[in-house]
């Protein structure tokens, strides 16, 4: 009974659809839900699927939870108020709570946007990045957390919690996480942000080549970042968005994400 409830609500929670056309916007549905397993599993049906704009390209949209069965995705209406039908809830895992997305379509210096919130939690750390997907067992298909040895990354955000009210921030650049001193990040508090990525070899329209650019709420966080480690030119069709918590912590750290929006930078 348990089980066939279980797929009754990631069958629901997948019914909507969302083309990859330009711009895209991605905003986890109305209907909430839950996909908390123990032991941990992946699942490319829980949350709302991805149309490719062309046959040739499929879109997979995937979560995972952590293998003892720790961390959490709830589709939710209320947690931040930029919510809109239902947001995604997040709860970090002992190894990786994660959402990816691949296979996804991006111009040649595209914007990557999304709301977003931490709670108040003491420890654990969050990571968003971006790059290039092309193995089951790369950083967005496979179910390891980020390494030093994750090449494929290009763009990579990472926030570290503790019992301070304001997160440690890093940016990832050359396969290493440099931490960025000055930035607005504290728990409990909603951020709009924005990544611009130019993997190409030249400056294009204002952006930096193999570098990306990050705005919190309309203002620039630094000037620009190298790329986390992937080639120039290889070609960007792949996100991820994970959280970790110590085995030992009985805290379970929650972000809230909602209204990803991918757009071309003309």
């Known amino acids: 009974m348990i089980k066939n409830t279980f797929l009754a609500i990631c069958l629901l929670a997948s019914t909507s659809v969302w083309a990859q056309t330009f711009p895209f916007n991605y905003d986890f549905g109305d209907t909430p839900a839950s996909f908390a397993p123990n032991p941990g599993a992946s699942s490319t049906k829980f949350l709302p699927k991805i149309l490719g704009s062309v046959k040739s390209v499929k879109p997979v949209v995937r979560i995972r939870t952590a293998s003892d069965g720790s961390g959490e995705f709830n589709l939710v209406k209320n947690g931040a108020a930029f919510i809109k039908g239902s947001g995604l809830e997040v709860i970090a895992g002992t190894t990786t ?12 210096i595209t914007k990557t946007s999304f709301d977003l919130k931490f709670d108040g939690s003491k420890s654990g750390q969050w990571i968003f ?5 092309n193995s089951e067992e790369d950083a967005f298909q496979g179910n390891s957390g980020i390494k030093d040895t994750n090449s494929e990354l290009f ?3 990472r926030w570290v919690l503790t019992d301070a009210n304001e997160l440690s921030f890093y940016v990832r ?11 607005p990040f504290i728990k409990d508090q909603e951020f709009h942000i924005d990544i611009i990525s130019n993997n190409s070899g030249t400056e294009k329209n204002g952006i930096a080549a193999n570098s990306y650019q990050i705005m919190v709420n309309g203002n620039k ?19 991820l968005f994970l959280g970790y918590k110590p085995k030992e912590s009985t805290e379970k750290p929650k972000v809230w994400i909602d209204n990803l929006v991918i757009t071309e930078v003309l």
């Open 155 to 157: 763009s990579g955000l």
């Open 221 to 239: 966080i630094g000037a620009y970042f190298k790329t986390g480690g992937l080639e120039t030119n290889a070609k960007l069709n792949g996100l």
């Open 173 to 183: 650049e050359e396969v290493k996480w440099v931490k960025v001193k000055t930035h």
């Open 97 to 108: 709570s994660k959402l990816s997305m691949y296979d996804l379509e991006f111009k040649a």
């Open 129 to 133: 990045a971006n790059g290039n997907s």
